[in-house]
């Protein structure tokens, strides 16, 4: 069992930048493949990107691709997802999400946090 718990989003204007984390707990979080997910309203919920177990490999979506960046510290438990030049079509609540696995699958994620708001202003 892997509890996710997201935090660092909030409000920023056009081109800043915001730091999010996905703290787990478990003692085997190295064993898990990391995605992060984010859902407009009235949109369905997107993958990101995500990172893998313990190589590190990660994995980006084409509108996020060169300005957002993930990495992870097993020791700590947490996966981040750094946001920057965002953009106003960047709003949306952002989930993290964990899968015990290999690669960095974009689907059937297994366990999932609650969210947090990113909102990105004009």
């Known amino acids: 069992q892997v509890q996710l718990v997201e935090s660092g989003g909030g409000l920023v204007q056009t081109g800043g930048s915001l730091r999010l984390s996905c703290a787990a707990s478990g003692r085997t979080f190295s064993s898990y493949t990391v995605g992060w997910f984010r859902q407009a309203p009235g949109n369905e919920r997107e993958f990101v990107g995500g990172i893998s177990r313990s190589s590190g490999m990660t994995l980006y979506e084409d509108s996020v691709k060169g300005r957002f960046t993930i990495s992870r510290d097993n020791a700590k438990n947490t996966v981040y997802l750094q946001m920057n030049s965002l953009k106003p079509e960047d709003t949306a609540v952002y989930y993290c999400?964990?899968?015990?696995?290999?690669?960095?699958?974009?689907?059937?994620?297994?366990?999932w946090g609650q969210g947090t708001q990113v909102t990105v202003s004009s």
């Open positions: 999400a964990a899968k015990e696995t290999w690669g960095i699958p974009r689907y059937d994620y297994n366990y």
